[in-house]
């Protein structure tokens, strides 16, 4: 089944929910792009309350992408091969001592 954004899959993740989470395959068609629609997506996974606890976000990113990845506080670790980006919310760190 389709959705609105013209696919039936719209990404991945993989966590254990309280140290760690992985983003994959987050991908917008370009007809959808500059809408939005990928700071959403990002924005909800990274908030959604099952992963609150969650302290670190990693994904990686076809080059050219470092701009939106950073816009939205992922740092660049790593350039092998693609774009390797992290986000890490210190602010976790009394939630998990």
């Known amino acids: 089944m389709e959705n609105a954004y013209g696919s039936t899959r719209l990404g991945g993740f993989l966590t254990d929910f309280v140290r760690w989470g992985e ?4 991908v917008v068609d370009d007809s959808f792009q500059v809408k939005g629609i990928g700071t ?7 908030d959604h309350e099952k992963v609150s606890r969650v302290r670190t976000f990693s994904l ?5 992408k470092s701009f939106f990845y950073e816009r939205l506080s992922f740092r660049k670790v790593t350039d092998l091969g693609g774009e390797y980006f992290i986000l890490v919310r210190k602010e976790r760190d009394r939630e998990l001592e």
């Open 40 to 46: 959403e997506l990002i924005k909800q996974l990274i």
């Open 23 to 26: 983003i994959y395959d987050v």
């Open 60 to 64: 990686g990113a076809s080059p050219g």
